[in-house]
């Protein structure tokens, strides 16, 4: 999947990465992904609940090692 935007979370805990993926969103148009490198496992229930609140569409995951790419689809806010 193309990407517009990658914010490098990696090694941050919660609540830094969505802090950032928030600033990056705001940023961009609705519709356009953006990809998150992380390794604090936790991002992946906090980036999940963070969509639903702010109407983003979380689009997934992939582990591989110690490091967390996820995709999330910026929504009508």
């Known amino acids: 999947m193309i990407t517009d935007v990658t914010v490098d979370a990696f090694g941050l805990l919660c609540p830094l990465p969505i802090i950032k993926v928030t600033a990056a969103c705001k940023k ?4 356009m992904v953006v990809e998150l ?11 999940k609940d963070w969509c639903k609140a702010n109407r983003h569409e979380y689009i997934g995951d992939k582990i591989k090692g110690r490091t967390i790419n996820l ?3 910026k ?3």
Request: glycine share 14%; aromatic share 0%; no cysteine.
């Open 37 to 47: 490198i992380a390794t604090d496992l936790g991002v992946i229930k906090d980036m």
């Open 28 to 31: 961009l148009d609705p519709g």
């Open 75 to 77: 929504g009508n806010e």
């Open 71 to 73: 995709l999330i689809r």
